[in-house]
């Protein structure tokens, strides 16, 4: 069983920051891709940022210059630093990590989702 536990979201004001965190747990061997999608109302799911395990970042063009994606490879905890925050970031904000983990002395696929933080921008 692999957890991903997200925290950080909340209120703010335009202009303003939050900073999100995301902590995998369980029998992961390696956790190649961690990563942050959005969906907002009535919205599909979008890719914000994720950062491979050799630190390779890639972000959606509306968050670039905005959003620094970065991991702690010890912990298995992904972060997302979000600044000049605007309204249009309004979503629920999830955690996604794709790797390998060990389940019954084998090593199989993982995609883990975690369960949604909300954040939402407004004045």
């Known amino acids: 069983q692999v957890q991903l536990v997200e925290s950080g979201g909340g209120l703010v004001q335009p202009g303003g920051s939050l900073r999100l965190s995301c902590a995998a747990s369980?029998?992961?061997?390696?956790?190649?891709?961690m990563g942050w999608y959005r969906q907002a109302p009535g919205k599909q799911r979008e890719l914000v940022a994720n950062?491979?395990?050799?630190?390779?970042?890639n972000y959606a063009d509306s968050v670039k210059g905005r959003f620094t994606i970065s991991r702690d490879g010890a912990k298995n905890t992904v972060y997302l630093q979000m600044s000049s925050l605007k309204p249009e970031d309004t979503a629920v904000y999830y955690c996604?990590?794709?790797?390998?983990?060990?389940?019954?002395?084998?090593?199989?696929?993982?995609?883990?989702w975690g369960q949604g933080t909300l954040v939402t921008v407004s004045s």
């Open positions: 996604n990590v794709v790797g390998v983990v060990v389940a019954y002395s084998t090593l199989r696929a993982l995609d883990a």
């Open positions: 369980g029998s992961i061997f390696s956790a190649n891709i």
């Open positions: 950062i491979t395990s050799a630190g390779s970042r």
